[in-house]
């Protein structure tokens, strides 16, 4: 399937002609596949279906300038590419259209993704680097539109990185940092935020980056009119095209349809871009999409005929024919003697697919059916198990569902009995579901030996006579070790660069390190979290800072859709061990005190999510993560730089472990459940309420992802028997998933002798000053009074009413 370009400087007109007719060939190979794939799934043996029609040849001629090392950051239309660069087969092709989940048959994504998302194997079955300057390499599809383009400038940077840092091992991943990123794009979607937001990153940035825009002048059935001023993207964009005083974009337009252009447009893109480490911008135009957007709707809705028309003739396969004719490469006859050939072994490769993908269900079928006879003879239901046993061998072509749901309901006529058979069935269920499931549900973390649960704590400690310093001193010592003893470790974001951060965490370091490991970037922080998620995939540790926990909304979208689901959705074959670092909790106003950790905890499993109350907590959490390889957020204090702590003395050295709390204080009569900022006012409350003889214990959450591994917080319980979850989100929040995982997960309810609580800000977002945090979020009078009363409820004689 791989196109081969012939590199020699001089070729006979036969070797060129061997090369242009594989080419053909590849190109109809592709376009069989969409045309058979969309008949699979209009006859329902798949679920949905966006193929790559239409792109073929100018997909080709991009896959003749992609080299080794090289990486993809593209979108659901890439099938031809992938199949010229060896990385997808028929058979691989038709396993992804029928979502096949053993990894062997459908190495994209194990049938996790729709068909048309495309991947390449960055790790080994153990989770391990491959050799990236070895083999050609795909970042893993996602579909939102434009969401692979943050991404993309990530992958590019990294080649920047690679070429410009001294010290940096770079041997499974960049051979003096010539690699290019290459990005694809639909013409409609550079109509997102994140399509221009990257363009204009890229351009600051100066990365090796090439982008194509595939134009078919539509984004489903609204046309470019309404998508594009002018209707045309690099028109729009050509104020971005550099000259010899300024920095900016090569950019180059190109027909779609025209074979020998496009090889010409992509050759001379590579080489700017590789040599010059400039971005590049091909708009490929004219384009067409033979079967519409996708499976769901005909594209004759919406184009008239004219249009039509039009597309048929300049179609690009239909063209590269017509040329391949008229310049005597092939006869008609010739093409339609290998086109026959091509639909047979497209045809054929289905089968082979369809048959490795529905075979070990047929398989799975019959042995439910044989368990459910004998099951039916030894129960007085018999008559009913024996219509579900019908019911399932009727199904000639089975799904997991199919078969587990017909042997689940069968329990339910034999609750009551007790029998072998029974026992066969339950038996049969339980080993199902643990060797199935995995296949849908595994590597959301990472599941190697470097998995950040697994890393040791490793306490902070300190001389006699330590000093007490801002905790900010603590996490710029700490940074200066991490960048000292990590020379891929590089870290970026607004502010973090020049001044050394808002709050002073990176001081002096940029100084030190160099403008490269130690950035500034612009207002951006949906690209910032790309560059590093990029930047992750290809080696390197970046860490990726958002100035505050508000604006991470900016690029929750990337963190949930992309950073999130890397593992999962590769199964485990690539990773982006990303650290995200901002600051939130405990400020004033609207703007920079919100504390939107229900969203993100619910958005972003797959990612750490990390509270420490202090800085020293936080830098051990760095210290962790950067001998892990999982992504993280960690939220550090906001008004906590000021605060002194002591000064350890194994600074770079001491680790907090993830997953684990932290008892701050013991007591007897509640269990007090709380992290970052508010922390500190549920101390401050558990002295007060000392002195009215209530004695709290106080646990540090310190991560909400994961949560409180060890079940510690319900062995509090078991001695306190109550418990209260303070935090500053809003109710429904961080605090209901903190009590959702000690009622739920922990079965806390068992040990419980009051009503669990929960205390949490008012719905609002928090009012300016001082007094509207007072009055917005809970404060050290509202602890203690909540506190009583549950105290009042349990002994009201020791305890009278407050108010």
């Not at 891929?488 to 502010?495: I, N, S």
């Not at 903190?738 to 609002?764: G, M, V």
């Amino acid at each position: 399937m791989k196109t081969n370009p012939n590199t020699k400087t001089e070729i006979t007109f036969e070797d060129f002609k061997t090369e242009v007719i594989n080419d053909y060939k590849l190109a109809v190979t592709s376009r069989e596949c969409s045309l058979l794939g969309r008949r699979e799934v209009l006859t329902g043996k798949a679920k949905f279906g966006i193929f790559g029609d239409g792109k073929e040849v100018p997909q080709i001629a991009w896959a003749k300038a992609f080299e080794n090392g090289d990486f993809r950051s593209g979108y659901y239309r890439d099938q031809t590419f992938m199949m010229a660069i060896g990385e997808l087969t028929i058979e691989q092709f038709f396993a992804g259209l029928y979502a096949n989940t053993d990894l062997s048959e459908e190495p994209m994504s194990a049938g996790r993704q729709m068909g048309g998302h495309f991947a390449t194997h960055s790790l080994d079955e153990n989770g391990n680097w491959k050799n990236l300057t070895e083999q050609k390499n795909s970042s893993a599809d996602i579909s939102p539109t434009a969401g692979q383009m943050p991404r993309l400038l990530g992958l590019a940077q990294a080649s920047k990185i690679y070429r410009n840092v001294e010290g940096i091992d770079t041997t499974n991943f960049s051979k003096e940092g010539n690699e290019i990123a290459w990005g694809t794009i639909g013409n409609a979607s550079t109509s997102e935020g994140l399509f221009f937001e990257t363009i204009n990153a890229a351009g600051v940035l100066q990365v090796p980056m090439v982008i194509s825009i595939w134009d078919d002048e539509y984004g489903i059935s609204v046309h470019a009119r309404h998508q594009t001023t002018k209707e045309n993207i690099s028109e729009i964009l050509k104020g971005f095209q550099r000259d010899k005083d300024t920095n900016g974009y090569e950019i180059f337009r190109v027909n779609g349809w025209n074979y020998a252009e496009l090889i010409d447009t992509y050759q001379r893109a590579a080489k700017v871009a590789r040599k010059e480490h400039v971005p590049v911008m091909i708009h490929v135009q004219a384009l067409t999409q033979p079967q519409g957007h996708s499976t769901s709707g005909s594209h004759e809705r919406y184009k008239n005929k004219e249009r039509l028309a039009w597309e048929a003739e300049y179609d690009c396969n239909a063209q590269m024919r017509q040329w391949m004719i008229d310049n005597n490469i092939a006869t008609d006859e010739e093409l339609s003697t290998l086109e026959k050939e091509i639909k047979k072994a497209v045809r054929d490769g289905k089968k082979a697919a369809w048959s490795a993908f529905i075979n070990p269900m047929k398989a799975e079928k019959t042995e439910v059916v044989s368990l459910l006879e004998s099951l039916e003879k030894s129960s007085s239901n018999g008559v009913f198990i024996s219509k579900l046993k019908n019911d399932l061998n009727a199904i000639d072509e089975p799904i997991r569902k199919d078969i587990l749901s017909t042997a689940r309901k069968a329990l339910r006529y034999v609750i009551s009995e007790t029998s072998n058979e029974k026992i066969a069935l339950q038996d049969w269920i339980d080993n199902y579901i643990e060797k199935i499931q995995p296949k849908y549900s595994s590597h959301l973390y990472s599941e190697s030996e470097s998995k950040a649960e697994y890393q040791s704590e490793v306490l902070p400690t300190y001389n006699a006579d330590a000093t007490e310093v801002d905790g900010r001193v603590i996490l710029r010592d700490n940074f200066e070790a991490i960048f000292n003893n990590y020379p891929e470790a590089l870290v970026f974001g607004e502010d973090a660069g020049h001044i050394g951060d808002v709050n002073q965490g990176l001081e002096g370091l940029q100084e030190k390190f160099g403008e490269l490991r130690v950035s500034d970037t612009g207002i951006r922080e949906a690209t910032i979290l790309g560059q590093g998620i990029g930047m992750a995939m290809r080696g390197l540790r970046p860490i990726a800072e958002i100035q505050y926990l508000d604006y991470i909304l900016y690029a929750l979208q990337i963190m949930s859709d992309d950073l999130a689901t890397v593992q999962y959705r590769t199964k485990g074959r690539q990773k982006a061990p990303l650290i995200v670092r901002t600051r939130g909790h405990r400020l004033e106003g609207i703007w920079h005190s919100g504390s939107q950790m229900g969203g993100i905890l619910n958005l972003i499993r797959g990612i750490h999510v990390l509270v420490p109350r202090n800085m020293t907590k936080a830098a051990g959490f760095y210290n962790t993560l950067l001998e892990s390889d999982e992504p993280a957020l960690i939220v550090e204090c906001l008004n906590g730089y000021r605060l002194k702590e002591k000064m350890p003395n194994n600074i770079g050295k001491f680790k907090t472990p993830i997953g684990v709390v932290e008892t701050i204080k013991e007591g007897e009569d509640i269990t007090l459940v709380s992290y970052g900022s508010t922390l500190r006012l549920v101390e401050q409350a558990a002295k007060e309420l000392l002195e009215v003889g209530i004695d709290v214990e106080i646990i540090d959450v310190q991560s909400l992802l994961p949560f409180d591994l060890n079940h510690d917080i319900v062995k509090s319980i078991a001695k306190t028997n109550r418990v209260m979850v303070i935090d500053e989100d809003v109710k429904g929040g961080a605090s209901a998933y903190i009590l959702d995982q000690i009622l739920n997960e922990q079965n806390a309810y068992q040990y419980l002798d009051s009503q669990p609580k929960t205390l949490a800000a008012k719905p609002h977002r928090p009012a300016y000053g001082t007094d509207g945090d007072y009055f917005s979020k809970p404060s050290i009078e509202d602890i203690f009074e909540a506190v009583y009363d549950v105290m009042h409820e349990t002994n009201p004689n020791d305890f009278p009413k407050l108010r």
